[in-house]
C-alpha cells in the first residue's frame, strides 16, 4: 500500500468512528473504568471459572457498552462527574503509589484529608506536624 493509499485509508476510518460516535456518550472515565474491570475479571476467571464473575463481567462490560453509546450525554456526564468526586481520593491515593516507591529513601508523600492535595515531606525527621500548603490544615505524621 503506497502512502497516499494509506493516508486514504486512515481517513476513512477516522471518519467511520466520528460517524459511529456521533452523539454518543464515547469512552469517559467510568466507561473506562468498568470496562478495564471487566478485563480484569476476564483474565481472573481464566483461573476461577466461576458462573458468578461470569455474570458480574456481563453487567460490567454491557454497562460500559451502554453508557459508551448512550445518547442521554447530560445524564452520562453527570454521572462520570460523580463517579469522578466519589473516586477522588482513592485515584490520587493511587497514583502516588509509584512516587511513594521511586522516592522512598528520600521523602513521603501524604494526601491533606481536607482537600485531597499532594504534599511531599522529607523522610526520617519522626513525627512532625504537616501543614497543607493549599488549605492550611495541619495533621501529625511520622516520617
Ligand atoms: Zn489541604
Known sequence: MNKDRLRQFGYMMN???AKL???RNGLDSLAWTCNMAALL???INIFAKSAVVYFIWIALFGYSLFRVYSRNIPKRYA???KFLHVTEAPRKFLRLVPLQWRDRKVSRYYICRSCHQ???VPRGKGRIEIRCPKC???FIKKT
Request: glycine share 12%.
Open 15 to 17: 471518519s467511520a468512528m
Open 21 to 23: 460516535f456521533y452523539g
Open 41 to 43: 475479571l476476564l483474565v
Open 79 to 81: 454521572e462520570n462527574q
Open 118 to 120: 499532594q504534599i511531599r
Open 136 to 138: 492550611g490544615e495541619r
